[in-house]
């Protein structure tokens, strides 16, 4: 199995940028299709980002599209999600998942999961 440690949340105003870290240990990292999901108070955890094993493929929420870029380093076992042009409907709490497997968007499919990094976006 692997173990998930996310980093790079807090506060920061809208307009602002964030890089999330997602690091991964345990078993080979790079078999495993990594994913950031978010869950904002009172609502269902929702599909980010996603990258295949090699980075080559990406995959974005419409709602992010052409702010956040997920890549990964798999010499580093870490992928990283970049925000850019923070909105307020942006706060939540992210979460990298993985997978053996290709890639899926619902949260259901995702068998590791990490503690969660709080993103709070300031209007």
């Known amino acids: 199995q692997v173990q998930l440690v996310e980093s790079g949340g807090g506060l920061v105003q809208a307009g602002g940028s964030l890089r999330l870290s997602c690091a991964a240990s345990g078993r080979t990292f790079s078999a495993y299709s990594i994913s950031w999901f978010r869950q904002a108070p009172g609502k269902e955890r929702e599909f980010v980002a996603a990258?295949?094993?090699?980075?080559?493929?990406?995959y974005y929420a419409d709602s992010v599209k052409g702010r956040f870029t997920i890549s990964r380093d798999n010499a580093k076992n870490t992928v990283y999600l970049q925000m850019n042009s923070l909105k307020p409907e942006d706060t939540a709490v992210y979460y990298c998942?993985?997978?053996?497997?290709?890639?899926?968007?619902?949260?259901?499919?995702?068998?590791?999961w990490g503690q969660g990094t709080r993103v709070t976006v300031s209007s």
């Open positions: 990258s295949s094993w090699s980075g080559g493929t990406t």
């Open positions: 998942a993985a997978r053996t497997g290709g890639f899926r968007r619902n949260f259901s499919e995702y068998t590791y």
